[in-house]
């Protein structure tokens, strides 16, 4: 299933570009591994790639490490978050119901093998608060509608807002272990299995990369949609 991802980050590679040149980039890094997860107030952006979790923090990406070196020893594995954030893009992609921009982001993330959960803006969060903290408030800047905060996610009604869009999937730990596990048999019967060879004990790493891509492709897909949507984009290629 992972090799089966390959496909996805060329075409990722491909759609990033195009998103590039309107402006509009799309970044993913990991969040958590197992209980160790990086607080939004302790995020540095420039450490992604300084170390082999992709943590935005050397500091938390050293406690996974640890974590994992204990999931190691006891044969087992751990999964983790996945946060991907989208700037730039334009207000007005997606639809108020059949191609819902967060509806179609949910099943680009659901899609790929290792995928467990999703959500966006503040997601599970959103069922322990109330409407007066998570409705996000409007207010006009120099000419401009914005957000005072992004519960939402960029996303609102199906539609991008204007605003970032942040969206989270949930990796399950990886399934294979050496730990010993109960099976059934082709004969039927109750059976003991223990998986030999090299796994990794974690996914999350080399899934970050499957996620920018599939985010990726699922925007570049909308725009293009989104040319039709209006009659002078019709007249400027049909007359």
């Known amino acids: 299933s992972g090799r089966e991802t390959t ?47 992709y943590m935005p923090s050397n500091a938390y990406a050293q406690k996974a490490s640890a974590y994992l070196e204990e999931c ?8 983790g978050i996945i946060e991907c954030v989208v700037t730039g893009m334009p207000v007005g992609i997606g ?7 967060d509806a179609n982001l949910a099943k680009a993330m659901l899609s790929i093998g290792a995928v467990k959960g999703f959500e966006i803006g503040d997601g599970f ?11 996000d408030s409007f207010i006009s800047e120099n000419g401009q509608v914005l957000k005072q905060t992004n519960h939402s996610g960029g996303i609102l009604g199906g539609i991008s807002d204007g605003s970032s869009i942040i969206l989270r999937a949930a990796i399950k730990p990886t ?38 891509s599939m985010a990726a ?21 049909y007359l």
């Open 125 to 135: 969060k959103a069922a322990d608060t109330k409407g007066s903290i998570n409705n």
């Open 217 to 237: 492709i699922t925007l570049t897909d909308l725009l293009m949609q989104n040319m039709t949507s209006r009659i002078e984009h019709l007249k400027n290629i």
């Open 7 to 53: 496909a996805r980050v060329a075409a990722g590679a491909v759609a990033a570009k195009v998103l590039k040149e309107l402006g509009i980039e799309v970044h993913a890094y990991t969040k958590a591994i197992g209980p160790v997860s990086v607080p939004e107030n302790e995020y540095n952006p420039e450490e992604i790639f300084q170390n082999p979790i």
């Open 72 to 79: 190691i020893k006891n044969q087992d594995s751990s999964g």
């Open 175 to 212: 399934p294979s272990i050496s730990q010993p596990q109960k099976t059934v048999n082709t004969a039927g019967e109750n059976i003991e299995i223990a998986i030999s060879g090299r796994h990794d004990p974690v996914i999350v790493p080399r899934a970050v990369v499957v996620v920018e």
């Open 95 to 101: 639809d108020t119901v059949f191609e819902k921009l």
